[in-house]
């Protein structure tokens, strides 16, 4: 009997989960840890909503199976999301299927389009399903730059020409988790017709669509006429409408891919929980203020984090999106590499941020810092961190040394 199972054998250790560990036992402890590490929303959803929910779940007939698809009203309700938000139409039928958050969704694609042996192009770094979706299904990664910049266009360029076999699926996602990059709408055309003519699939994460700062919001690519023909996207609930764990997402595209990904899901579950899909139905169809509400917020959070990290001696670029920073390992202490500075971080700032590695080797070198919690907490996690960095001898903003 082979105790070495074939798909735990593809798995590297979980990097993120040294810290996650370390965070757990000093909570335990005790000890007041900031956790900017997870991106676990600290909101509750709109109060019609959970509202909703409670009634329906007073239904004696809500507690059977639901359908795996989705119930028809919550992929009508996806549909017309599509139509306001950016004027796409697209057929709830056969262009939606309902997921328990865009995570397994691409699990589950993953599990019904691949075959062991092909190749997936998926961003380095990137949010782990990305690529282990594919790599539990079998298929080899080859990783190409997540930066939107030329150099993105000749890897991709460089996998299709020398790759064997060649690349038959790309995974996209911005706003990207965890650079917080952002793509303009010129991009994806640019993708659709490349995706067209070397026969790729397009699966693009849009988990992130509302959180968009300084007036720019993020586009669908299947704004791009003919879009549909390559791609499917998906979305979530969970940091829009903070419902992260009710997990609903959706799958939005192409009729090939959603039925392969339909017919999946029919093997795998029944769908989640009617009474939370019917919730889900009221968040999408009714008032939409707490849109712009969680919007606002993230955006002043992620003001408040750059301010006061930076004058404790931390520069950290502002996104332009999502409810991350994506930080450079302060200059001094870069050597250190992400994931001992985050152990540090977590020892002694009593910190938690997410170590860079931990979404691929290109990742070395930054954090990944979730804007969970409120205003006050960043603060204070910003003045622990100074003492961290007077500690370890960073030069203070004004230039002079931190320590005597």
Partial sequence: MSEEFYRIKRLPPYVIAEVNAMRAAARAAGEDIIDLGMGNPDLPPPPHVIEKLCEVAQKPDAHGYSQSKGIPGLRKAQANYYARRFGVDVDPETEVVVTMGSKEGLASLATAITAPGDVVLAPNPSYPIHTFGFIIAGATIRSVPATPDENYWRSLDRAMAFTVPRPSILVVNYPSNPTAETV???????????????????????????????????????????????????????????????????????????????????????????????????????????????????????????????????????????????????????????????????????????????????????????????????????????????????NTPSGKSAVG
């Fill in 184 to 394: 303009d709408l010129a991009f994806y055309e640019r993708l659709v017709a490349w995706a067209k003519e070397n026969k790729v699939w397009i699966l693009s994460d849009l988990a992130y669509s509302e959180l968009y700062f300084d007036g720019n919001p993020t586009p669908s690519i299947l704004q791009v006429p003919g879009a549909k023909d390559v791609a499917i996207e998906f979305t979530s609930m969970s940091k829009t409408y903070s419902m992260a764990g009710w997990r609903m997402g959706f799958a939005v595209g192409n009729k090939k891919l959603i039925a392969a990904m339909t017919r999946v899901k029919s093997y795998l579950d029944y769908g989640a929980f009617t009474p939370i899909q019917a919730a889900a139905c009221a968040a999408l169809n009714g008032p939409q203020d707490i849109v712009q509400k969680n919007r606002e917020l993230y955006h002043k959070r992620r003001d408040v984090l750059v301010e006061s990290f930076g004058r404790a001696g931390w520069d950290i670029p502002p996104a332009r999106a999502s409810m991350f920073c994506w930080a450079p390992l302060p200059p001094a202490l870069k050597d250190m590499g992400s994931l001992e500075f985050s152990k540090q971080l977590l020892s002694h700032a009593k910190v938690a941020v997410a170590p860079g590695v931990g979404y691929g080797e290109d990742g070395e070198g930054f954090v990944r810092i979730a804007m969970v919690e409120n205003e006050q907490r960043l603060r204070q996690a910003a003045r622990n961190v100074k003492k961290y960095l007077q500690s370890m001898g960073v």
